[in-house]
């Protein structure tokens, strides 16, 4: 009975799923959690580490401005049209000189921080805290000063305003509000940032409600980093390389201090036993001498032999380890190795290879980044222009008066001959090749029939050389 009930195990279980070999694994924690359940467990622990490393960190503060770098310069360029299809270029003006006003000197900020500047930080704060809250304030709003006349300003802040701890199932999660579908209907919100400012008892406590603000998320833009669905709050894009970048730093500092050790260079003096030491021998009674560059070792007694300590610092093996290191990290985070590093090497087609498979997840952040903030945002500012007479919006939608294209950071080839040549390659590619089918029986022809041709896959039925299949029984 037991070698059966051995013998099914073995035929029913993934190996990482058959107990008996549960220990090559290590033990597995949080099993069968919701991805609600994995943040409530971790709390602002891997934000505060991600915000650590930040701060001291020089590969994470890499990772996070490589990745920061490749989204929060793209601009909207207006792209409202006429029926016919062709360019409005009177609307276009209007909005692209509204939007230059209100994203030159700070105008967009609540803080007045340049709009590139503040770009730049709200995106940091959404890969690194993995949440980001911006809350827009139109109209009059007491203690907001608009700086234009059209009365729009951005207030953004961080995931520390909304708190984790604030949970009530199963509809209150990590302080957000969600219907039964874990959209967010609202958000709890401290009226200043929960730190020593408000109160000491409330750092790393659980404050009350009364102590917040519920605010409607029709008035509230999340940016979060999800890793599952559902996820209500997000995660630090760091999350899966904290450990090792932490370890990576300790090991660099460790081999820091060995170096600088082995740079104060030491000597030895040594004899044979059969040799007596006397004090009295030296000048000063003492053994201990100071070395000078370019100095002769004359001090040395009968017998006496000087040897050096050799500590073999700095390693060798330091550089290909922590190059390892590093390209785990940066393939964990979705960040270009030689970006990161600054290490240019390789061949042409190595560091091809390299661009061409980080831009997906490029182009993955930057798609969120305009349709959860930029795009947003343009559609106020238009919205609030054509409510203050600033631009004309009769007879279009809002819809046909927002369309924008978004440019901004291009990833560049790095030799542009070369990728224009590949992009015509593969629009080639894209064209499929069939061949002709007898029209008396439907069969594939012969290729080497007198007559047989190829075509292209095509609707209707053009031929290759402009003309058309003739009906049976028609002339011409």
Not at 71 to 78: A, D, I, R
Not at 255 to 264: D, F, G, L, P, V
Not at 321 to 326: C, D, E, Q, S, T
Request: charged share 25%; with cysteine; aromatic share 8%.
């Amino acid at each position: 009975m037991q070698a059966a009930r051995s013998l099914d195990l073995d035929q029913r279980l993934y190996d990482i799923a058959d107990p008996r070999k549960a220990h090559r694994y290590g033990q597995l924690r949080g099993k069968g959690y919701s991805p609600d359940d994995v943040i409530n467990q971790a709390g602002a622990t891997p934000r505060d580490w991600a915000r650590h490393q930040d701060e001291n960190n020089d590969l994470a503060i890499s990772i996070l401005d490589t990745l920061v770098d490749q989204f929060y310069v793209l601009e909207p360029t207006p792209n409202v049209t006429l029926p016919n299809g062709s360019p409005d270029e009177t609307r276009n003006a209007q909005i692209a000189e509204l939007w230059e006003e209100m994203t030159s000197s700070g105008t967009l900020a609540a803080d007045h921080t340049p709009w590139s500047e503040y770009k730049r930080q709200i995106g940091r704060a959404w890969l690194r805290d993995g949440d980001v809250f911006v809350m827009p304030l139109r109209g009059r709003v007491e203690g907001v000063e608009h700086k234009t006349e059209v009365p729009y300003t951005l207030h953004a802040f961080e995931a520390d305003y909304c708190p984790l701890w604030l949970s009530e199932p199963p509809n209150l999660v990590a302080g957000v509000r969600v219907n039964r579908f874990n959209r967010p209907s609202s958000y709890f919100m401290y009226t200043r940032h929960p730190g020593p400012g408000i109160a000491s008892s409330l750092r790393g406590a659980r404050a009350t409600v009364d102590e917040l603000v519920e605010v409607s998320a029709g008035n509230v833009w999340q940016l979060k980093f999800a890793r599952r669905l559902g996820q209500v709050r997000g995660i630090t894009v760091l999350h899966g390389v904290q450990g090792r970048l932490a370890d990576l730093h300790d090991y660099e500092e460790s081999e820091r201090i060995a170096a600088k050790i082995a740079a104060s260079f030491s000597v030895i003096l040594t004899r044979p036993a059969t040799f007596g030491f006397n004090p009295s021998a030296t000048p000063s009674g003492s053994r201990s001498l100071d070395l000078e560059p370019g100095m002769i070792m004359d001090f040395a007694g009968p017998g006496e032999d000087v040897k050096t300590v050799d500590t073999n610092r700095p390693s060798s093996e330091v550089t290909p380890f922590r190059a390892a290191m590093m390209r785990a990290a940066t393939a964990g985070t979705g960040a270009s190795y030689s970006t990161v590093t600054r290490s240019y090497e390789g061949s042409y087609s190595s560091q091809r290879q390299e661009m061409q498979e980080a831009k997906p997840g490029y182009d993955r952040l930057r798609n969120y980044w305009i349709a959860a903030f930029l795009e947003r945002c343009y559609r106020d500012v238009i919205a609030m222009g054509v409510l203050m007479g600033r631009i004309d919006g009769r007879g279009l939608t809002m819809a046909e008066l927002t369309k924008a294209t978004y440019d901004g950071a291009i990833t560049p080839w790095i030799d542009p001959d070369k990728g224009n040549e590949g992009e015509r390659d593969r629009g080639r590619e894209r064209v499929q090749v069939a061949p002709v089918r007898d029209p008396r029986d439907g069969r594939q022809a012969d290729p080497g029939r007198r007559g047989a041709r190829r075509r292209y896959v095509r609707k209707g039925n053009a031929r290759p050389d402009g003309g058309t299949r003739r009906r049976p029984g028609s002339t011409g």
